[in-house]
Structures are given as structure tokens and as C-alpha cells.
Nanobody, 125 residues
Framework: QVQLVESGGGLVQAGGSLRLSCAAS????????MAWFRQAPGREREFVAA????????YYADSVKGRSTISRDNAKNTVDLQMNSLKPEDTAVYYC??????????????????WGQGTQVTVSS
């Protein structure tokens, strides 16, 4: 089992940037594919970005493609999400997720067994 703790959320103006970080503990981090999801009030949880074990393959939702970068450091057991040019519609709770079984496309929340508690991102207009 792996435990996940997100950090880095906050309040930012539209056009600004945030870097979210997820720290993992427990089993061998490099065995897990990692992802970020988000959930806005009254909406379903949606996929944001994912990265495979080695970091060589990344996936992005169309809504964040070109504005966000997911990366991982297997030596530090962390996965980050750099978000630029933030928009008010990016406002949501952002969750880190992990899975041992990677299925492409990695966009379905049910494919991830482990979740963090989430970090709030609020983008003001």
C-alpha cells in the first residue's frame, strides 16, 4: 500500500502559476503509475494528468494540455504538477492518485487504488 499527501494548493489570480506536489510513502514508489485528478463543487472528479513508472510517458486532459506539466522524482518519491496560465475554471480540489496496474488511457478514476486527501486550488478572475 502507498500513502499519498498533496501540497502546494492555494489562491492565485487568473494567469498565474502553481506547483502541486504529492509525496508518497509505503511501497516502492517507482512501481506505481501516478496521476492527478480534480473535482470542482457539484461536478464529478475528472482526470488532469498521468505519468508512467519511469516518467517517460505522460498524459494530459485536453483542458490542461499545453498549460500543465506532470513530472516525478522516483528518488524523492514525489510527483509534481506544474500549472501555468491558470483559469478560474481550474478551481477545484486536486487529488494525487496511484496505481500498480496501468491501463491506457489512464483517465478513469476507478483505475487508481490509492488517493491522497486533496489540496484546494482557487483561481480568481
Amino acid at each position: 500500500q502507498v500513502q499519498l499527501v498533496e501540497s502546494g494548493g492555494g489562491l492565485v489570480q487568473a494567469g498565474g502559476s502553481l506547483r502541486l506536489s504529492c509525496a508518497a510513502s509505503g511501497r516502492t514508489f517507482s512501481n506505481y503509475a501516478m496521476a492527478w485528478f480534480r473535482q470542482a463543487p457539484g461536478r464529478e472528479r475528472e482526470f488532469v494528468a498521468a505519468i508512467k513508472w519511469s516518467g517517460g510517458s505522460t498524459y494530459y486532459a485536453d483542458s490542461v494540455k499545453g498549460r500543465s506539466t506532470i513530472s516525478r522524482d522516483n528518488a524523492k518519491n514525489t510527483v509534481d504538477l506544474q500549472m501555468n496560465s491558470l483559469k478560474p475554471e481550474d478551481t477545484a480540489v486536486y487529488y494525487c492518485a496511484a496505481t500498480l496496474i496501468f491501463v491506457a488511457p489512464p483517465t478513469t478514476s476507478s483505475g487508481y487504488a490509492y488517493w491522497g486527501q486533496g489540496t484546494q486550488v482557487t483561481v480568481s478572475s
